[in-house]
Each structure stands twice: as C-alpha cells, then as structure tokens.
C-alpha cells in the first residue's frame, strides 16, 4: 500500500471523507472518516487509516468501512471502527470487536443536584471505592458458581434481577435488555470461565471508571425532558466490560481464526483481522461465545449499578431514591441488523469496536421507551473534561449503519502522557476545580485530559455529520478509576 | 535483551536472543516483567512449574500462542513465570516446561499479546529478534 496523504482523502461534506476503492487495489469497498477538518489532520499521524483501510478487504464487507472522530491505531481493526458484512456468509472478525467483549457505557441519574453532591465528594469517592472492587487483580464481593456462570452467560444481566441486584426498569434502559439470545455458553471455554469467576461486579483497570458528574447544560430541552434529565442534576457514569472472560474468548477465538482462514480462502493483510465465513462452524462458536461475553458484560455493569446504589445510599442515606438507568450502550461488539445497502434493507453483520450503536427515532429495534427520540448515546470524556449525552438521530442509519464514536479517543500513549503530566500537580488542579480523584499517581497521569482528543470537537463532528443530536453535557466531580 | 516501545493505545514487546529458545525466555520475561516490574530481576523463587505443548501455523503465530498461553496462565494460577526449558522448538510445534512464583498482585493488565505487526527474524548478526504488540 502506498502511504496516504491528505490529498488521497475526498471530502464528502464538512464532517465526512472518503478514501476510494482507487487508492489501492485491495479494498472491496470505500473507507470513510467521520471527522471535522482540524481532527483529520490529527488522525492521519498514525495508522488508524491504515488499519481502516486493511479493513475494507474483509470478506463479504459492503457499503463501506468507517472511522469516527475519536479513532486512534488499534491493532487490526482501528479503535473508533465500524464495518459491516453480508448475512449469512459474509465474515465475522473477532479483531473488528475486541478483546474488552462488550467494553460498554451505562448512565445513571439521580433526583439530587450539584449542590447536594459537591459538599459530599471527598465521602463519596470514598464509599465508591469501599463499595465497588477496582484495580488489577482486585476480586469482586460476589463469587460466581459453574451453575451461576452459566446462567449469567445465558441470561446477561437479567440473572443479577433474580439474585436481587436490579429491576425490570433497569433491564428495559439496557441496549438489547442486557442479553444477546444468540448466546451459547457451551462454547465459552472452562478458562475464560475461570477467569471471570470472581470479576463479576468490578471495573477492572486502565481507562475503566465510575464517575459522579452533574448536567452542566442541556442542548436540547425536548429530549432532555423526556430523558429525565434537568439543570444540575446528579448523574452517574459507569465505563467497564466482560473483564478477563471476554479477553479469554477473544484470545480463544483469534487464535482459531488464524488457523481457520486459509481453509476458507481468505487472505487479509493483517493477521489481527483473522475471520471465517459467519454461517461457517467456526463463525458461529465464536458469535455465540461473544454474546456470552457481552451478557457477562452487561450483568458485571448491572452489578456495579447494584453497588454504585449501595455508596449512594451510605453517603445520602435510605431516603434519597436510588439512582435510575437512563441508558447502557455497548461499544466493543458485533450484532446482526438490518441496514439499507444501496438503498435495499440488507441483513448484515456489524462489527463496532470502539464504537456506540446510535438508533434514531423509529427505529423497531428500540424499546418503546425512546422510539419517538431515538436512543441514548453516552460519551465519556476525561477526568478533566465534559461528556456528552446524546440521541441517535433520524438520519443515522445513513451513515456508519447506525454508529457513533465511543468517547474522546486517545492521542498520547501512557507513557508519552506520563512523561507530560505531573500526576500530584493534576490531582490538585482537578480538586481546586472541585473533582476528587480516587486513582494512583500513575493512572491520573495515564488517563490525563491531555492524553486524549477534545471531546467537544468530537461531538461537533457526529452531530454534524447528522448522526446524533446533542441532549446534555455533563462535567465531572468525583471519579473512582482502576 | 528486551524493551517496551511507545503505541498510542498498546505497548510494543520488543526481545532479542542469541538463539530461538533464549528469544522465547527473553521474551516471555519482557511479558511478565511488563504485568510486574522487577519480577524477573535477580534470584527468583521457583513455587511451581508447568507443562505447555503448542502447535501454531508458523513462527510468527507460535510466538504469539507461547506467549498469550503463558498470560492466560499467569492469570490462572496467579503466577509469574520467568523462566521456560524447551524440550523441544520448531517452526510450528513447542514443548517446554514453564517455571514460576506466585504471586498476590500485578501491577499493569494486559488483555492480550497481538498478532498484529508481529515479527520474529534473524538480524544480521545472528541473533534472533521478535517484537509484538500487546493490548493493556
């Protein structure tokens, strides 16, 4: 492959860019960036257009691999990626997922303001941490049975409703209600299961956190209303996945598919893209053992939403009413949907990693709940910066089958940003500016605002490209990271 | 001799031996001293020892397999594996015996070693070099 420069890259409006067939032999479909100008530039100094590139020659891939704002190099697939293939034969690429199976967002909000929280932060980082596991290695307060794994690899987060950890609302507030029935845990192997037997209920390490934040402006007064969400108000942010058993699954499954692939015919131009046909035998154990991923997924955040309640309830006391799911997203997974594809509705596997399904209004596959305002899309930033609720918009499904970026995307490596910040300095000016920080020295400098992309201008980006409506922005006043 | 590089959002594992086996040890001690540093500095403590026996398409993916066997391990049984003895190492097939300490903690989580850019080749003065990127 020849290297890319700017001029290889046709605009196809201010907020989308296309990088055609022609550029290089190899690719079966066009990739393109959802992106304003000024993060093109940013984007093309590393390879994540590469690696979007390398993705166009999938097996059966159509209408055209995509990129948003918020991409940076992954390895395979680029992180902030979305592509589709052809049901059922088209190929299904555990690479194009990851190994944080179901890495997702849920957004929690509260009856209480900005004003009853902030006198509370220090106590409240506090019982977060005493009441939600964090870290390497720290096991959760619930271990897992074999009868129990099972059932919660079925069942996803409606097994925690059966233990007492949730409720019907939560399910119905949760993408896909929290379960992919496609999933079969016989294909899940006793080591993946080994893995996530005491990781239920934690967050893990890394970029994963529980963050107490509060709307800091409402965009959109329509949605907001009927998202339940007002001025000032509480809110909740929990960012974990399927834990060491997803990792387990992918690693699992990649290690099949490379050896699988030839027998399929199917040569790709990075082994990390390692596929085989989705209607084949390997295709399928691995779909099913990834929706047994996702659903340990989901029930792991149903849990932590069960402890985030718990802190609550010690720092606000039994008669402040527990927090409510507004919405839980999924950016790390691969789903079966239906898309127009040169203008004809076509079944087709999409493969998101590092991004968030963003149905707009209407859409069949939304609960009752959001049909008229399309879903919630929630958008991390960093410690330091705002986040984003958002509304999947009517045209969504024009663009990227229906997706949006995932958070503000990483443009430092840890050890780049760690060479740049002065964690103890941060940490202060975070509390001077009112957000306690529960986090070693080392993570604040690792996950440091710095290291990654303006989130605002992120957002610009797939709002103006029409995939989303920006509802709400949120800021920051305590943080629990791993 | 090993190294870690910069990646925007992984770690690049970059090992080097005089010989095939010694570029897998080197490289497995890169892997563990990358989940703990220090852990295979100096005189390690010997707590246990395991068998693995792995067949890959080529070298590059045997590589790869070792070394994301050895981390399902590590998480497994909770150890720190420093040392390995190969019975036997070929293009495409291994046996060795890994050894090990236990440990309580590790300090960084790494969900996987890569296939993606993986490289194991002779450098021009014999010595065998192999660099792989690892997803934390």
């Known amino acids: 492959m020849k290297p890319l420069r700017l001029e290889n890259i046709v605009s196809l409006g201010p907020y989308q860019w296309e990088i055609p067939t022609s550029f290089w032999a190899e690719m079966r479909v066009p990739a393109r960036i959802v992106a304003a100008r000024e993060l093109l530039e940013d984007i093309l100094d590393d390879r994540s257009l590469r690696q979007l590139i390398n993705t166009t020659t999938l097996p059966g891939i159509v209408k055209a691999a995509y990129v948003m704002p918020d991409v940076h190099e992954g390895y395979g697939f680029p992180i902030g990626g979305v592509a589709a293939t052809r049901y059922p034969d088209g190929a299904i690429s555990p690479g194009g997922i990851g190994y944080d199976i179901n890495c997702g967002v849920r957004l929690l909000t ?4 900005r004003m009853d929280v902030e006198p509370m932060g220090p106590a409240l980082v506090d019982a977060l941490h005493k009441h939600i596991p964090s870290g390497m290695g720290t096991p959760g307060h619930l271990p897992v049975s074999a009868d129990a794994m099972e059932a919660i690899l079925t069942t996803g987060a409606r097994w925690a409703l059966t233990q007492g950890y949730g409720t019907e609302r939560d399910l119905e507030h949760t993408e896909s209600n929290g379960c992919l029935l496609q999933a079969d845990p016989a294909f899940v192997s006793d080591r ?64 099949q598919m490379v050896s699988a692939m030839e027998r399929y015919g199917f040569r790709l131009p990075d082994r990390e893209l390692a596929c085989v046909p989705f209607n084949s035998e390997e295709g ?21 939403t069960w402890e985030v309640r718990e802190a609550w309830k010690a720092v606000f006391g039994s008669h402040a009413s527990a927090p409510e799911v507004l919405y839980d997203v999924a950016h790390n997974i691969a789903k079966c949907e239906t898309h127009l594809v040169e203008g004809i509705p076509t079944k087709v596997i999409v493969h998101r990693k590092g991004a968030t399904r963003a149905f707009g209004p209407g859409h069949p596959e939304l609960p009752e ?23 999947g918009g009517s045209e969504s499904g024009q663009i990227a089958f229906g997706s949006c970026c995932h958070g503000s995307g990483r443009r430092l490596s840890r050890t780049a940003a760690k060479k740049q910040v002065n964690a103890p300095v941060l940490k202060s000016e975070l509390l001077e500016a009112g957000i306690h920080v529960q986090a070693s020295y080392r993570r604040i400098a690792e996950e440091a605002p710095v290291a990654y992309k303006d989130v605002d201008l992120v957002v610009t980006s797939v709002a103006g490209a029409g995939i989303v409506v920006p509802i709400a922005r949120l800021k920051p006043l305590a943080v629990l990271k791993g | 001799m090993r190294a870690w590089i910069d990646h925007t959002a992984d770690v690049v594992l970059s ?30 403590r010997i707590d246990c020892c395991h068998d693995v026996e792995l067949r890959a398409p080529d070298r590059v993916a045997l590589l790869v397999e070792f070394l994301s066997e050895c981390l399902t391990l590590t998480y497994l049984q909770h150890t720190l594996w420093c040392h390995a003895h190969f019975h036997f190492l070929s293009r495409t097939h291994l046996q060795a015996r890994l050894f090990g300490q236990w440990t309580a903690s590790f300090e960084n989580d790494i969900k996987a070693v890569t296939y993606h850019e993986a490289e194991v080749r002779m450098a021009s003065d014999g010595a065998w070099e192999a660099h792989l990127i690892c997803d934390i």
């Open chain 2, 15 to 44: 090992a080097r031996g005089h010989s095939l086996e010694s570029l897998y040890t080197e490289s497995l001690r890169a892997l563990t001293t990358l989940l703990k540093p220090g852990a295979c500095v100096g005189n390690q």
């Open chain 1, 369 to 391: 709940r959001f049909r008229t305002t399309g879903q919630p899309v929630l958008i991390p930033g960093t410690m330091g910066t705002s986040s984003y609720v958002l509304a």
């Open chain 1, 192 to 255: 993946a299961r080994q893995r996530g037997r005491d990781q239920l209920g934690t967050i893990g390490s890394g970029n994963h956190f529980v963050e107490v934040g509060y709307v800091a402006q409402i965009l959109e007064a329509e949605i907001a209303k009927d998202y339940g969400l007002f001025p000032q108000q509480a809110v909740i942010l929990i960012h974990t996945g399927s834990r060491g058993l997803g990792h387990q699954v992918a690693t699992d499954y990649i290690r």
């Open chain 1, 110 to 113: 509260s009856g209480l303001t």
């Open chain 1, 284 to 304: 399928q154990a691995y779909f099913k053992a990834m929706c047994a991923a996702a659903n340990f997924a989901w029930c792991n955040r149903q849990l932590v």
